[in-house]
């Protein structure tokens, strides 16, 4: 029994170690599909949230538009969490639309992964 | 003395398609004829009286050229040594059989004498107490409890199959409410976006978190079916009902559990009751548990964590010195699937008769 409760608590114990993704229960957090990234003096951003609604003929999808003004690329999400004060998930993005030059660089550089690239 | 015994009766809890039906009764010389009439040659027995008010008769019976004689000893030695005032029922002699710390089960109870006479001829002993219908089987290992006498009245192929489903169903029950909770509270990148997007929708109204959600329907499940275990066969049916309905459409219904909620918790329970020994779905329903709050505050890792909690806890189980995870080469032809041969054998590790019969 001793050997039992040590071994979870060397288990708990190793946890803090690993990058263990942070509590969010899934009504709490913001799922991202779209993304468009404009670049001009500044950098534009509209991120579209698909937020599932269930009704009696199964589920439909509505969707809400956060926007945000950058300079810098590598603040796009430190900035979007400041504003909004939301957790937003960007695992899950299926289209990222942007007019800049370079967006391989961005897309490495947010750290976002998009099933689909756009030039617009 | 008048003889208060009761008729022999059929098996009410190990059900099988074939096979015999009668069961054991709280009269020992019945139960021990019961296995003597199968077992005709070689069964020898050890009587012992236990309990200083209850003189309860004990008998343990083993095969004379197959069972290892030091297990015999033992076993005896054990119960001989047992200090109490009466003995009651078989599970009185589990503590001082068994680790009563080990979550998993090491000692088995049957109501089987066809049961008991295939542990027999495996090389195990089994131990028959007078006024309990119940014979331990000692010593049962991991494998042991996955199977029932059908794995034997029917094909290879058939029992192979109903093997891996029991064994998938027991990784089911214990792990699917923790990976259910990682996906929803911390690894969301394990299921696709249209899944994840279901899954918030169901979520979307209910005010609890996911983990209090799961052990609030774990909690409910266990007091419908303690209630149901417990109340005349009159009135079980009534608390099914009840416990249907409330636990289905009026939870749903008021907002307080989302339905993908029930129907994991479900599904994990039911995966969990399809075994015969109770110990092992009590032993199921503490690892679900520990999975679920390792789940909870990890993610997936504390799934895996889990699952190396089981594992760990599997291999470092003994049972009178023998391991509780078999490496026997011919005892892993019969313990996920079922392989037979020409020549049938025995577990080299409980004994060293090892031939069992040649099929000519």
Avoid: W
């Avoid at chain 2, 195990?124 to 119940?134: A, E, F, G, T, W």
């Avoid at chain 2, 489903?165 to 409410?177: G, K």
Wanted: aromatic content about 12%.
């Amino acid at each position: 029994m001793k050997k039992n409760i040590v071994l979870l608590l060397v288990f708990l114990f190793i946890g803090l170690f690993f990058n263990i993704p942070k509590y969010n229960e899934l009504n709490n957090i913001v799922i991202i599909d779209k993304i468009k990234i404009e670049c001009s003096n500044d950098i534009d951003i509209l991120l579209r949230e698909v937020n599932p609604v269930k009704t009696d003929n199964g589920i439909t999808y509505n969707y809400t538009y956060y926007k945000n003004n950058i300079k810098n690329i590598n603040m796009f999400k430190s900035s979007f969490a400041n504003k909004y004060h939301k957790s937003f998930y960007y695992n899950k993005v299926k289209i990222l639309e942007s007019n800049c030059n370079d967006i391989d660089r961005i897309t490495s550089s947010i750290n976002i992964k998009p099933n689909k690239i756009k030039k617009s | 003395m008048s003889n208060y015994n009761r008729g022999l009766s059929n098996i009410n809890s190990e059900l099988t398609i074939n096979g015999s039906k009668d069961a054991f009764i709280e009269d020992i010389n019945t139960n021990y004829g019961l296995i003597n009439k199968r077992i005709r040659n070689n069964l020898n027995y050890i009587d012992l009286n236990i309990g200083r008010y209850s003189n309860t008769i004990i008998k343990i019976l083993f095969i004379d050229n197959i069972t290892d004689g030091r297990l015999v000893n033992n076993i005896s030695n054990r119960i001989n040594n047992i200090d109490i005032d009466a003995i009651i029922d078989s599970s009185y002699l589990k503590h001082a059989l068994e680790d009563e710390y080990n979550i998993l089960p090491t000692i088995m109870e049957t109501e089987r004498p066809d049961k008991c006479c295939m542990a027999l001829m495996e090389g195990k002993v089994i131990v028959l107490v007078d006024n309990c219908p119940y014979a331990l089987i000692l010593p049962s290992l991991f494998f042991d409890f996955f199977h029932t006498p059908d794995d034997y009245y029917q094909k290879n192929i058939n029992s192979s199959f109903i093997r891996i489903i029991r064994f998938i169903a027991f990784f089911i029950a214990i792990f699917l409410p923790g990976i259910y909770i990682s996906v929803t509270t911390r690894n969301y990148d394990l299921v696709s976006l249209p899944l994840l997007l279901m899954l918030k929708a169901g979520r979307s109204f209910v005010p609890f978190s996911a983990y209090i959600e799961a052990l609030l329907m774990i909690l409910s499940f266990e007091i419908l079916r303690e209630g149901d275990l417990r109340m005349s066969q009159a009135a079980s049916s009534s608390i099914s009902i009840l416990g249907g309905l409330i636990l289905g459409d009026a939870a749903v219904a008021a907002g307080i559990v989302s339905p993908i909620m029930i129907i994991i918790i479900a599904i994990s329970s039911i995966a969990g009751l399809i075994f015969s020994s109770i110990e092992l779905v009590n032993a199921i329903r503490i690892y679900k548990i520990i999975v679920l709050l390792l789940s909870s505050l990890l993610g997936i890792y504390g799934t895996i964590m889990g699952l190396f909690f089981l594992i760990y806890n599997i291999f470092n189980t003994r049972i009178f010195g023998y391991s509780y995870l078999d490496y026997d080469l011919n005892e892993l032809k019969d313990s996920v699937i079922k392989i037979d041969s020409k020549i049938k054998t025995r577990n080299t590790k409980l004994t060293k008769n090892k031939i069992r019969g040649r099929y000519k």
